[in-house]
C-alpha cells in the first residue's frame, strides 16, 4: 500500500479506537450532551485522527482534542481557541490556505503540514492519564513511520507532547538521545535528519497570560518550516 493510502488507513483505524474505557466514555457522553452553544451540532465523538498532507516536511504534535473543539468537529485544533491561534500562526507564516479553522468542511488546506497529537480523544479536565498516553503511542509510532519519507521537522507544543513524542519518535527509528532531553520552548533536538523543535502549547492559560504570544509560535513555526525546507 503506497503511503498516501496507508496513511487514510490509518486515520480511519483511529478513528474506530474504542482502547481506553474512561476516553471512550468522556467523549460519548460530551457528544451525547453537547453545549449549549452548539446544541444543533452533531459531534463527531471519536478520537479524532490527524490532519494535513501525506507527504508533509513538518509535523505539529499537541496533546489531546478539545471536548467541545476536536471532539466536535473531528478535525485536530478546530472549532476551539486554541485552534484559532496555531491556524492564524500557520497562516502567518504561509503554511495554511486560511487563519481560521472552523469545521472539518471548511475548505483549509495545510502545506507541507501535518497536525496530530499524542492523545486521539479528548480527556476529561484536558488530562490524559500517562497509561492513555502510552496506550496511544502506537498511533502515532506507525503515523511517523508512514511520514519518515518526507518528514524534516517536529514541532511539539508543551511538555506532555514532548514526553509523548521522545519515545514515539525512538520506536519509529530515530535515534533520540540519552538522557532524553527536556522540554523547553525554542529547544532543538537535532536527530538523524530530522529537527526537533519545543513550543509552549497554545492553550488558552498560555495565550492569555503571555507566556506564549503569537510571535513566538511564528518564530517557532518559522524556524522549523525552514528546517524542513518548506517555503
Known amino acids: ?10 486515520d480511519r483505524r483511529v478513528a474506530g479506537c474504542r482502547a481506553c474505557p474512561r476516553l471512550v466514555a468522556w ?30 516536511r513538518l509535523l505539529i504534535v499537541g496533546l489531546a482534542p478539545a471536548a467541545h473543539g476536536g471532539n466536535r468537529t473531528g478535525r485536530m485544533f478546530t472549532g476551539d481557541r486554541s485552534g484559532d491561534v496555531l491556524y492564524q500562526a500557520l497562516y502567518d507564516v504561509g503554511l495554511a490556505s486560511q487563519p481560521t479553522s472552523v469545521s472539518a468542511d471548511d475548505g483549509l488546506v495545510l502545506h507541507g503540514v501535518r497536525v496530530t497529537a499524542p492523545v486521539h480523544c479528548a480527556p476529561p479536565a484536558n488530562k490524559p492519564t500517562p497509561e492513555e498516553r502510552d496506550t496511544c503511542r502506537p498511533w502515532l ?10 518528514l524534516r521537522a517536529v514541532v511539539v507544543l508543551g511538555a506532555f507532547g514532548w514526553q509523548a513524542a521522545l519515545p514515539a519518535l525512538s520506536e519509529a527509528g530515530w535515534p533520540v538521545p540519552r538522557p532524553r532531553p527536556a522540554f ?18 497554545v492553550s488558552q492559560r498560555n495565550t492569555f ?10 518564530e ?12
Open 27 to 56: 467523549r460519548e457522553e460530551v457528544a451525547r450532551t453537547k453545549r449549549a452553544a452548539f446544541a444543533d451540532w452533531t459531534y463527531w465523538g471519536r478520537p479524532v485522527p490527524g490532519f494535513g498532507p501525506p507527504d508533509a
Open 1 to 10: 500500500m503506497d503511503a498516501p493510502h496507508a496513511l487514510t488507513a490509518l
Open 141 to 150: 509510532v506507525q503515523e511517523l513511520r508512514l511520514l519518515r519519507p518526507t
Open 184 to 201: 523547553a520552548h525554542g529547544a532543538r533536538v537535532p536527530l538523524d535528519g530530522l529537527d526537533l523543535f519545543g513550543c509552549f502549547h
Open 220 to 231: 517557532v513555526l518559522r524556524t522549523a518550516a525552514a528546517a524542513a525546507g518548506l517555503p
Open 209 to 218: 497570560t503571555g507566556r506564549l504570544t503569537p510571535e513566538m509560535l511564528r
